[in-house]
Structures are given as C-alpha cells and as structure tokens.
C-alpha cells in the first residue's frame, strides 16, 4: 500500500468519525486530524473559500461562513432562515460538493420549488466539477455507464447503486423511487405555492415524503434553505415536527424583535446586537444600510419583515384588522340588480372551501348562510360609484373598484387596476368602458396626484364613450389609519357583498407573477396594518376605501329597515293598482282629491 492509500484510508475513516461519531470529544480529536491531511473535507467553510475563488466571488461574508458552520454541525433536521439575496442556494450547491468531497458514496437529493430550479442547480454543481481542478475526479464517467443527467447523475468514484449521487426534483415532482441520505429542500416554499391555506396545507403533505425517501441513521439528513413566504411559513410548522430553526435577519433586531424571534435567533446575530447597531445591517459586504433602506421603501414594511427580517411573527391579534371571513361571497351576475335578502353567517355549511382564501391563517370566504337560490329576492340597485386611485406618472397601478348599494349594504362588483398614468387606449378609454358596462353613476378620483390632471383628462373620454359625473376628493390624513377606519366597521357589521368572479379574477391575477401578489387587492386587505408605510402597493385597497366612504352616510340607514320600508312602499304601490282596477279610474280619480 502506498503512502497516499494510507493517507487517503485514514481520510475516509477520520471522515467517518465526523459523520457518525456520538462522542463530541472523539469527533473533536478526528477533525483536528483531518485538518492536518484536508482542511477542505475537515471544515465547510475553508471548502466554501475555495469554491468562491475558483468561481470568481468575492470571500464569504462572516453570516454565509455562520451559515455555513452551522450547515455542517447542525442537527440532523434543521432549518436554515436567511434573508433574500445572502446566497443560499450558492452556498447548498457548494455544500452538495463538499459532501461529495469528503465522501463520494452519498446519496443527495436536492428538492425545490420547481423542477427549473432544481435543473438550474444540478447545472451549477456539475460545472464545478468541470471548473474547479480539486473536483474533476468527481465528474461523472459515462464509460462506466454512469448518470450524468442534469437533473440525476452520479459522481466518478460512485459504487455502482440504483440511486444517484445527486437528484434534483422539484417538490411536485417524482420524490419517491430514490433514496437519499441527505435531503437538502432549498427554498420549496416561494409565493406560487403558499399564497392561500389551501396551497400552504399540500405543501405541508408534499414535505412529509422526506421520510419515505430518507436512508437510516447515522447519517440521515434533511435540511431546509428558505425565505419564508407568508406569516404562516412552512418552517414555524417544522418546528412542531422537531426541526431546529436559526435565523438570520438583515438588520440586528430590537429587543421586541428578538422576542419575537425566540429561541431561534441566530447566535452570531444575538451576541453581536448593541443599542448602537439596532436597525443596522447585519452583513453589509452584502447590503449595506442604504440599500436596506431602499429595499424596505420598495417591498413595504410587511414584505420586509418576511424577506429580510424573516419576521413571521403574529403576536397581535389586532394586527391585521381587516378579514376575509367578514365578507359575504355572492354572484352578483345582474347589473341592474343585487341580492337583497342575505344573511350572514360564519358556519361550516357556509364556508367556501372550493374558493382559495389569500388572508392569513384560519382565515376563508364564506356565503351566505341563506336564502337557497331559488329564495334570493333581487332588488334594483340605488346607486353605483366607481373609485380610482391614480398612479401619478405611471411608474404605479390606476387602480378602480366599482360599488354598488342597495337598501343599506354594499355590493363590489369589480376591482382591478391599469398600469400607467395618463394614457389614454391603455388607461382611460378602459376605465370609461367600465363605467359603462356596470352604469356607473358617479366617479370619485384621488386628486392626491397630478393636481387633479388625471381627472381632467378622463372627462373628455367620458363624454365620447359614457356620461356621467366625475369628482375629485382629497386626504390628509394617514393613508394605513384612515382605510382601515373606513373598512373595518363595514367589515364587522357583514355590510360589504363580493362578487364571487372578482375574487377568482384577483387570485388568478396574482398567481400568474410572482410580483403580481403585492398588487392583489385581498392580500393589501389582509396584510395592511396601521403602521406608516406597512404595504409597498396599496393602490386597490384604497380605491376601495374611496369608494366606501363615498357611501358613508347612507350605510347609517338600517339594513332592515330600509328594506322593510321599501317593501311597504311597494305594497302601498301595489294597493293602489289594485283599487284603480277593482273601483275604475274615475271613481279613483275622485277618492284621491278628496283626500
């Protein structure tokens, strides 16, 4: 046996030490070794070092080193939270290479959100062993009637085995058929599938067939990378299930925030915050302050916390005051005409689960708890009001919502916005199409823009297509405090019917882009609270509001007695008619003068 046999034989057992050792002293002894004969196999982050210069990135920061560190002596299921754009999905590659490294007869799967993200990162791992001169043992040799699929292949030095060294598979794809001894699921949660409950609960199932594929102990490993998506995350989930969370913020957190974070705040950021740093960057190699300030103006104080201060926290009931659930879900098919007879009730007969809710947890649509179809009395409704809310110069959504009234309570019927400002086929000649098509009555414009340009300009469109009178009204007030002040008692009181077809127009228009859910007007309703600034987009909200408030003062007429009065009206009306026919016109004629 040759020296470098005997090296490379007390490599593979020093290595099998680290890996599988119970006794901390022994392993403690077995990497000061290693380090000796590899440093590369014996610590992550000198490997990470090397892959970053030979690619050309800059050295790793001190939070991807942390990251890294904990990569490798982390718990057999751990959770990995770091804000967007540290590189985890950089950092797992060269994580997968490393495992590899050290030892080629691993079983890796790699699950993402989408199978064009796992080709794309069986892509990148492959390369580096075409780039990196440490690594070209481990390129996969077809002679030997190895895999060398994108998406499944296996390593050189591989034994011959019916599982691939690496597998990358999207989480809706073909998890089952491999096993694996580590499971590494970088960022399986993105907007597209965590949007709605119903969406959040199959991802939940999916992330369970983990087991099924995962080998036995010692080395079995699952590790989730991610950004959590909503307040309800996959990853608080995990923790039930005996995940150990750690979290890396952008910025060092308060000390409410801390709080908020528990037990899983990342070491290395807790033991560096002082009064001084609070709200400062937290690696600023990667962002600076002024580049988080920027980011928090653009994403909005709730899109922030998710993203970079991985804040998923629901502390405060009151939070988020505005609900899904206190809607009533109706089809308002009839222009001329809205249901008048529903009834409110928040029942499981009710509850529309064939309807994908965009609120937060335990939050749905619900119908009416009656009449049946066949029962709904229709009345005419008295008044349609169409609210926009401009974008100024074009750089935002015209967003509109459409309202409409009857006896007390109010009916939305349509909502959507137009991206631009002032352009005519674009956004103005659509919005006088609208106008016309659900009889609008009355236009009511934010003037907060342009000076009241916008305005001006739609009234000449109005004429040519549709008729009907424009005005403009202006606030000074807090934008967050004064639309939950208009929504929420409207809310509470059940007095705002949606059309069931706006609601599904609205899903459907956020999940056709990832950055078209900012721009949804049920998940501004659901995510606004009152803090300055606390949505990036909330331009269909507050056309909503708008239109609201415009029928403030005819929502304190009773709902009841506003039908009961109009039912008495048409009795009376009806009385009339009969007694003109049962008497004749004349002697009718001379009963009503002398009255």
């Known amino acids: 046996m040759t020296p470098t046999d005997k090296e490379q034989l007390l490599r593979a057992r020093l290595i099998a030490i680290t890996n599988n050792e119970k006794d901390p002293n022994k392993v403690k002894m077995a990497r000061k070794k290693l380090a000796r004969i590899d440093p590369f196999a014996e610590d992550f982050r000198h490997f990470l070092k090397l892959i970053w210069n030979e690619i050309g990135l800059p050295v790793p920061t001190p939070v991807q080193n942390d990251i890294a560190k904990y990569l490798q002596e982390g718990p057999k299921r751990s959770i990995v939270e770091a804000f967007r754009g540290v590189g985890k999905s950089f950092i797992t590659g060269a994580f997968v290479v490393w495992h590899l490294y050290r030892d080629p007869q691993l079983k890796i799967m790699v699950v993402s959100a989408g199978a064009d993200r796992a080709t794309a990162f069986s892509h990148f791992v492959k390369r580096l062993f075409v780039e990196i001169p440490l690594l070209r043992h481990l390129q996969p040799d077809p002679s030997k009637g190895q895999r060398e699929s994108v998406i499944a292949f296996d390593v050189g030095p591989a034994i011959v085995d019916q599982s691939p060294s690496v597998k990358s598979v999207g989480i809706n794809g073909q998890l089952t058929g491999s096993r694996a001894d580590i499971i590494v699921a970088d960022d399986v949660e993105v907007t597209n599938n965590s949007m709605t409950q119903t969406m959040r609960d199959k991802l939940s199932s999916l992330v369970k067939e983990f087991d099924a594929v995962l080998k036995p102990l010692p080395r079995a490993r699952i590790i989730y990378l991610g950004t959590p998506q909503t307040e309800m995350s996959l990853y608080n989930e995990l923790t039930k299930r005996g995940y150990e969370l750690r979290i890396w913020p952008s910025q060092y957190p308060s000390e409410q925030q801390v709080t908020g974070y528990g037990p899983y705040l990342s070491p290395y950021i807790y033991n560096r915050i002082t009064t001084e740093n609070v709200g400062r960057s937290t690696d600023p190699q990667r962002f600076n302050d002024v580049d988080l300030a920027e980011r928090l103006a653009s994403y909005g104080k709730s899109g922030f916390a998710l993203q970079f201060m991985l804040d998923t926290s629901l502390a405060d009931v009151d939070r988020y005051p505005l609900k899904l659930s206190d809607f009533m879900v109706s089809s308002l098919g009839d222009v001329d005409k809205g249901p008048e007879n529903l009834i409110y009730g928040k029942a499981k ?103 009241g340009m916008f305005a001006q300009l739609l009234k000449p469109i109005m004429g040519e297509v549709y008729n009907c009178m424009i005005e403009e009204v202006r606030h000074n007030t807090q934008k967050e405090a004064r639309i939950i002040d208009t929504l929420e008692p409207v809310l509470n009181s059940h007095r705002l019917i949606v059309d069931r077809d706006v609601i599904e127009a609205d899903l459907k228009f956020a999940m056709a882009n990832e950055k078209n859910k900012q721009y949804s007007l049920f998940y501004q309703l659901t995510r606004l609270t009152k803090e300055r600034g606390s949505l990036s987009h909330d331009d269909r909200l507050d056309a909503l509001s708008i239109a609201v408030a415009y029928w403030v003062e005819h929502m304190s007429r009773d709902h009841f007695k506003a039908k009961k009065q109009r039912k008495d009206k048409d009795l009376k009306e009806e009385l009339k008619r009969f007694i003109k026919h049962a008497v004749g016109r004349d002697s009718y004629l001379k009963k009503e003068r002398k009255r």
Request: aromatic share 10%; hydrophobic share 40%.
């Open 349 to 451: 007969e009710s509850l529309l689960e064939s309807l994908e809710a965009i609120g937060l947890a335990g939050d749905y649509w619900y119908s009416p708890m009656g009449p049946a179809l066949n029962q709904i009395e229709w009345a005419p409704y008295t008044g349609c009001v169409m609210a926009l809310d401009p974008s100024g110069r074009g750089k935002d959504e015209t967003a509109y919502a459409i309202l409409k009234i009857l006896a007390g309570r109010l009916y939305l019927v349509a909502s959507g916005g137009f991206m631009g400002g002032y352009e005519e086929d674009t956004v103005l000649r659509p919005i006088a199409e609208l106008a016309m098509r659900h009889k609008v009555k009355h236009i009511v414009v934010e003037e907060n823009f342009g000076g």
